[in-house]
DNA sequence: GAAACTGTTTGACATCGATCAACTACGAAG
DNA sequence: CTTCGTAGTTGATCGATGTCAAACAGTTTC
């Protein structure tokens, strides 16, 4: 078991890539000149490698995150210990920005899936400049909505698709092409896409080879599309 | 098929109980009076039969809506036609505020599960105040976070419970008394509560059957409760 | 190059829940 | 009281997915 209060490598600086996703994640773009310096007032920058705790459910909820390289899975774990991903967040994505308003204690566990680096926002800070800031306040809300909206997305998509129709909508949503061929390559190991989509990877392993009747092939992480507009039919 | 747009049962007038309701619900606690008027003032009431259909998905959202009385169902179609609930809403809930910084169309279908009542908001009155009033966004974001929180549990909890299980949970949700003996009245139809829980109809019939066991009893709508710590042992 | 490790795939099997159909219970209307 | 319609239950069946075990592949380590 990982040790519990997770010992984060804060390094002070930031490189310019780094820096460049943080500025365009949709909490900040938006901000004005002068809310975002407070904003970046709040905010550390940490590196924590594969399979480091962020956090975990029932913790004091001092601070929100977002993703700047690397994966992080949000899970919940039943009495069991089984665990099941709430959401998967990439390079742009905040998690936890809902307790700014919300509850003082983390709701679900967060896990860095590959070594990544977040940058961590005070959340008291934050919240007051929410409440002061009318620009804060509308890119939290901004925010939020999206992030309400995907998760009744997601709601709706386990109760309505099945495997091969949730992996065929993942790849639709990240191949731009309209029809014909295309070719996508998974950012991340697939067991972590298995627990996005709540499938077991074996159970994604399965939906993957009902998809080569379709024209879809798989080596490694590249995937390989037919026909696009095929996939739409799933 | 019901009719497309509905034509709602305009009431200019509110009752003392519909309006105590719209007082109470996160969004609108917390205002200060000011902000209160003008909120209100972004409000008409609408009374609507059950099975109405309030909106539809991709259909512009110029409203977002409270639930004064009775109950409305979210939820989305496959392109069978088949559908899932997202979402149940009761006196006091909000729906579709994520509209209101988010997309400019609905993204979900929402229809009466009963006659119900509703408080209908102008969504450009009420964006425009939460940019202009510290007091309206920061309820704004009180709601959408514990929405957000709450879709979240929604996810886990289909993810990592079987129906017996979130039929427990629900029944302990809803009966506030911590052991032994409890009581609770479903406050609608038994298909609406399944459709809430991910369930077909009958899927809940067998799951109550199977908490027999551990003592719960079902007459129409009164679940009677013989342990209640029992139950959240399941 | 061999060994060890990790991630993935495949097979066999069990379980859960959806579906369809038949039956029952209850409430409303006549 | 009877009839009818709706909601709910029960049974039978089927399909989808989780689970366990074993085989396999690609990578790293030595």
């Given amino acids: 078991m990982e040790k519990h209060t997770a010992p984060m490598n804060k390094s002070l600086k930031i490189n ?19 809310t975002l310096v407070k904003m970046m007032n709040a905010v550390t920058i940490t590196s924590i490698p ?72 005070d959340m008291r800070a934050v919240r007051q400049l929410a409440e002061r800031e009318p620009d804060a306040a509308r890119a939290i ?3 939020l909505s999206h992030h309400l909206l995907t998760a009744m997305d997601c709601v709706a998509n386990d109760r309505l698709h099945t495997a091969p129709q949730r992996v065929a909508e993942y790849l639709l949503k990240s191949c731009p092409i309209d029809g014909g061929p295309a070719s996508v390559r998974l950012p991340f190991q697939k067991s972590l896409l298995a ?5 077991a990877p074996e159970a994604l392993s399965r939906a993957f080879s009902s998809l080569r009747r379709v024209g879809v092939t798989v080596r490694g992480r590249l995937v ?11």
Same sequence: chains 1, 2.
Avoid: H
């Avoid at 310019?16 to 002068?34: E, Q």
């Avoid at 909820?61 to 959401?87: P, T």
């Avoid at 627990?195 to 499938?199: A, D, E, Q, T």
């Avoid at 390989?224 to 799933?234: E, K, N, Y």
């Fill in 224 to 234: 390989q599309i037919g026909d696009v507009s095929a996939l739409r039919d799933i």
């Fill in 16 to 34: 310019n890539r780094d820096k460049a996703v943080l500025m365009r994640t949709p909490f900040m773009t938006g901000l004005g000149a002068d």
């Fill in 50 to 121: 594969a399979r480091q705790v962020v956090f975990r459910e029932s913790m004091p909820a001092d601070f929100f995150f977002c993703v700047l390289s690397g994966y992080v899975r949000l899970y919940r774990l039943n009495r069991e210990g089984r665990e099941a991903d709430i959401r998967v967040c990439g390079p742009g994505d905040t998690f936890a920005e809902c307790l700014i308003f919300g509850d003082d204690f983390y709701r679900f566990n967060a896990q860095a899936a590959e070594n990544a680096t977040l940058a961590r926002f």
């Fill in 195 to 199: 627990g996005m989509l709540g499938l």
């Fill in 141 to 143: 809300m901004t925010c």
